[in-house]
Nanobody, 121 residues
């Protein structure tokens, strides 16, 4: 079975940095796109950053120039480097991985458990 494990969340002062990591493990045949989403209380989940198998990236306007997404295909990981953090970045962050499992013919999405990021003013 496939599992995603997130790490790196925590409490940080405004202007500080955090690095989130998400590792996929299990019977993985191929990984397609990866991404990071976040959800703040009372708000809908939104895409923060995405990265394709070919390393094309896209970012929400609110994080451009501050966040960087990267992937390591050999390790099946996706990271999110977050710099110049603001209080409005406070949310639960989730990684999402689109992948094909061994013995299956189709791709499906897997979600991490979520990690809390809190930015104090």
């Amino acid at each position: 079975q496939v599992q995603l494990v997130e790490s790196g969340g925590g409490l940080v002062q405004a202007g500080g940095s955090l690095r989130l990591s998400c590792a996929a493990s299990g019977s993985i045949f191929s990984i397609n796109a990866m991404g990071w989403y976040r959800q703040a209380p009372g708000k809908q989940r939104e895409l923060v950053a995405g990265i394709t198998r070919g390393d094309s990236t896209n970012y929400a306007d609110s994080v451009k120039g501050r966040f960087t997404i990267s992937r390591d295909n050999a390790k099946n990981t996706v990271d999110l480097q977050m710099n110049s953090l603001k209080p409005e970045d406070t949310a639960v962050y989730y990684c999402k991985v689109a992948l094909i499992e061994y013995n299956l013919r189709y791709a499906r999405d897997y979600w991490g458990q979520g990690t809390q990021v809190t930015v104090s003013s």
